[in-house]
């Protein structure tokens, strides 16, 4: 079963953008030689972080959306945490709601409404 998971990592401001673009071609790699889709990957860029992380002010960020399976999730965190260039990541599973339909009796409800107004 395959979950939606939004993974955000910071990488070090003087890490450079080709040890960036390794670190996210590590975590596609990953997940895709897991039976995983990756869906998005966005590059927010260099930010100032509301407090400093390991002396750091700034930080590179980086958000990636994957659907995958629990394990490589897991995986990717791992990946993370090895990584002495990431400074900081956290993988949430975003949950998916269905929508609610209206029932006919709720339907014919707004639809006299609407023609009494």
């Not at 960036?20 to 997940?31: A, L």
């Not at 995983?36 to 960020?61: C, F, H, L, S, T």
Request: charged fraction near 35%; proline fraction near 3%; avoid cysteine.
């Amino acid at each position: 079963m395959n979950n939606h998971y939004e993974v955000v990592f910071i990488a070090r401001p003087d890490a450079g953008d080709i040890v960036t673009k390794g670190i996210i071609q590590k975590v596609r790699e990953t997940v895709e030689g897991l039976n995983g889709q990756v869906i998005k990957v966005e590059e927010w860029g260099k930010r100032r972080m509301a407090y400093p992380i390991r002396k750091y002010p700034d930080g590179y960020y980086v958000f990636v959306e994957i659907s995958a399976n629990p394990q490589t999730s897991k995986e990717v965190e791992r990946i993370l945490r090895l990584n002495e260039d990431v400074i900081r990541y956290q993988t949430i599973r975003k949950i998916e709601t269905k929508t609610v339909k209206k029932t006919k009796k709720k339907k014919k409800i707004s639809q006299a409404k609407e023609t009494n107004q």
